[in-house]
């Protein structure tokens, strides 16, 4: 009997393609000398339109996946306003930042890069951090994420850096992480990421929420004022909440218990009328200064320290509206870096070059149609006029028989907006050079702003890198990969590098010789493209660093504290706490052992919001334990000691009032319990007015590192 088994297998071999040991080629077959560098004219030049390997390259990758977003697919948004509080005309002519207090609609959208649409919030990953503004001159898009680098320096490499974070491709594994051997390989040999990875694996990649996350615009801009005059520009969201993170453990255990944890988070705090805030900053460098810094402003994977450049704020933006339609405006709204009005424009940074092609070829295949400006949320409020036609789901009714400028029979309408009437008109930039494929000799320094950063952490922030660093690499099940990643990690700092391969039961390898740097053709692989490391004019900044930045006013507004009951709490203390938590704009939630309600010492009844079976201490910043009885049923309970256990794991403020101290007995780190841990807050006398005061101040801290192991001590 014949055996048909492995035909099907045998069918598909026709299709099967395998790069090992040949050229790397175009679709068309043309084999090419550099895959790492777009066409450009001269070394810092603008990327060319007639580069047929970038477009043919990002043409393909934009339309890889149907119809979520290649990358930030996971994410959500709200409405709001920007308004102007320090304007700058002498700066830009952009209307919307002319007028102290004039207020601007905007959308923004928070999102993870990695992950598909059904993935957890609380990944380890780059966070987005898009507005749109609507403006009277046109829609204007500040497309940024919450760290002020990236990985790469050209938009070429693109491609390559998101086919390696994303599911491997022979078994769609691990979604929505980083952790991984592709990522790590690929990072492994391009340098000029390791900036980039300092920031991935602080705490930066785990916000608490989109609330408590700052927002850059990651490339030099250029800002032009009425006389044509420009100076150079970096755009910075400041959030009024502060920075705060979610310590690793904690994020693996939300993404379980509730893996909506951001998205809910927002939604919950606008409606509640805590609406989030950010101030927008600008750091402004004369043209002058282009070339006067250690660093390359063009280079999209380094910073301008705030110390050289402070940070001066312009305005600020509130969130006070949720989407009525998740999809309709949240889903289907569309950035795009090249939306830009009056006053703002591009540089010559290659990555931003690649992406204001990218988003547009993006949107035709996201959204399905030329027409996705029509989208209501897409919509400028400004007026639209032009000779575009046609095209899928077009909604725009046009009225005559014109539809080509120039004309006569239209009477020459639409007609060009001169510069004085609104018309856009880019910086009149000198550009002489030759088309090339190379990067400036000023993009070379990989190491030293991933130095400058990790300095400028505490102990307990170098000490999560640490972790984070042993965790992702734990991962990875190729030694040669971790082997050149401890290399390169020892280009950052030796101790960072040797306390990595601890965890990894390896030894860090001697460097020989500099790393190789893979952003360069073959020809050039012994030339002037070497990694090299710059002495940095700023040896630590504070800026950088999420705990040497606390609010101005330490806030709990919007924060989530876990009451727990049971029949015989003392219906005082509860109430007491939760109106001393309201009035600083917080919130007590009720667990208890079963929903509906639990009986107070004088028989009244308090309304159950979570049961520990619906609950975790990880959905909570603070745990508040109110005097009372049933107290040693509670301490019978595996369930509340995991509560309790994991809040201290978690560094998070526990409360024991009264009686319930007793209780904290019972818990693994009671033999822990220092008289300096501040984060642990102990009435024993029951004075609650004083108990609520010093609980709520210990909140405003956030949290409790020093209750850690720190490996940087």
């Known amino acids: 009997m014949k055996n048909f088994q492995d035909e099907k297998q045998r069918d598909l071999l026709i299709n099967k393609s395998d790069g090992t040991n040949k050229f790397l080629t175009t ?181 608490r929420s989109y609330r408590m996350m700052e927002g850059f615009g990651v490339h030099t801009f250029r800002l032009i ?52 805030e950010w101030d927008l900053g600008v750091q402004i460098i004369p043209s002058e200064d282009e070339n006067k810094y250690e660093f390359d402003l063009l280079d999209p994977t380094k910073l301008v320290p705030e110390e050289l450049v402070p940070v001066t704020i312009i305005g600020r933006m509130v969130l006070n509206k949720n989407p009525d339609n ?69 909604q725009e009714i046009n009225t005559g028989r014109v539809s080509y400028h120039p004309n006569s029979l239209g009477g020459g309408c639409p007609y060009q907006a001169k510069i004085a009437e609104g018309g856009f008109a880019s910086f009149n930039e000198r550009i002489d050079a030759h088309k090339i494929r190379e990067r400036s000799e000023s993009f070379n320094d990989h190491f030293g702003q991933a ?26 099940e190729t030694t040669a990969i971790r082997l050149r990643m401890l290399g390169l990690l020892s280009q950052v700092d030796q101790e960072l590098a040797e306390k990595v391969a601890i965890g990894l039961g390896a030894t860090v390898p001697p460097v020989l010789e500099k790393p190789l740097n893979h952003g360069v053709s073959p020809e050039n692989e012994n030339g002037k493209q070497e990694s090299t ?40 203390a509860v109430s007491n706490m939760k109106k001393a938590l309201l009035q600083d704009d917080a919130k007590g939630c009720i667990v208890a052992p079963h929903l509906g309600a639990v009986i107070s010492d004088t028989d009244g009844e308090i309304h159950v919001d979570f049961s520990f079976l619906t609950a975790s201490s990880v959905l909570f910043d603070a745990v508040y334990i109110p005097d009372g009885l049933g107290l040693t049923v509670l301490a019978e309970s595996d369930e509340v000691n995991e509560f309790l256990n994991d809040a201290y794991k978690h560094c998070k403020v526990i409360g024991a009032d009264g009686k319930a101290v007793s209780l904290l007995s019972a818990a693994n780190f009671a033999s822990k319990i220092t008289n300096d841990d501040q984060g642990l807050i102990v009435s024993k006398e029951a004075a609650r007015e004083k108990f609520a005061k010093d609980f709520i101040q210990a909140m405003g801290k956030h949290r409790f590192w020093e209750r850690e192991p720190n490996l940087y001590n």
């Open 225 to 276: 004022n009425e006389a044509g005059e420009s100076v150079f520009v970096k755009f910075h969201w400041k959030p009024k909440l502060g920075t705060h993170a979610v310590a690793w453990d904690e994020a693996q255990k939300i993404s379980g218990k509730n893996p909506d944890f951001h998205r809910q988070d927002l939604w919950e705090a606008i409606e509640a009328g805590n609406f989030p």
């Open 451 to 476: 130095k400058l950063f990790f300095n400028s952490q505490t102990p307990a922030e170098k000490s999560h890198i640490v972790k984070a660093l042993r965790f992702e690499l734990g991962k990875v």
């Open 27 to 207: 679709d068309q077959g043309v084999r090419i000398n550099d895959d790492n560098n777009s066409l450009k004219a001269g070394e810092r030049g603008p990327s060319l339109l007639e580069d047929f390997i970038l477009r043919e390259k990002i043409t393909h990758f934009d339309h890889e996946r149907i119809p979520e977003r290649i990358v930030h697919a996971r994410g959500s948004g709200a409405h709001g306003f920007f308004e102007v509080t320090n304007p700058i005309p002498e700066l830009t002519k952009a209307g919307f930042l002319q007028e102290k207090g004039l207020k601007t609609p905007v959308f923004t959208r928070f999102s993870t890069v990695a992950g598909s649409r059904g993935s957890t919030d609380l990944a380890r990953d780059v966070r987005g951090f898009s507005v749109k503004f609507y403006t009277q001159e046109g829609i204007y898009d500040l497309v940024g994420n919450n760290v002020p680098v990236f990985f790469i320096q050209d938009a070429s490499k693109f491609p390559d850096l998101i086919h390696a974070v994303k599911p491997e491709p022979h078994n769609e594994i691990p979604q929505a992480a980083s952790a991984h051997d592709t990522f790590w390989d690929f990072i492994s040999l391009m340098p000029e990421s390791m900036h980039m990875i300092m920031w991935a694996m602080s705490d930066r990649a785990i916000p």
């Open 533 to 572: 490391t710059m002495e940095q004019s700023v040896k630590s900044s504070d800026a950088l660093s999420m705990l040497k930045n606390p609010v101005n006013s330490p806030t709990i507004a919007s924060r989530k504290v876990a009451i727990i009951c049971a029949d015989g709490v003392s219906e005082a």
């Open 326 to 394: 998740f999809f309709a405006e949240t889903e289907q709204i569309a950035f795009h870096p090249g939306h830009v009005v009056p006053g703002i424009d591009f540089t010559n940074d290659p990555l931003l070059q690649g992406r204001l092609f990218s988003y547009t070829d993006t949107q035709l295949s996201r959204l399905g149609s030329p027409n996705f400006h029509e989208i209501p949320i897409n919509r400028s409020v400004a007026p639209v006029h032009n000779n575009q036609r046609d095209g899928h789901m077009r």
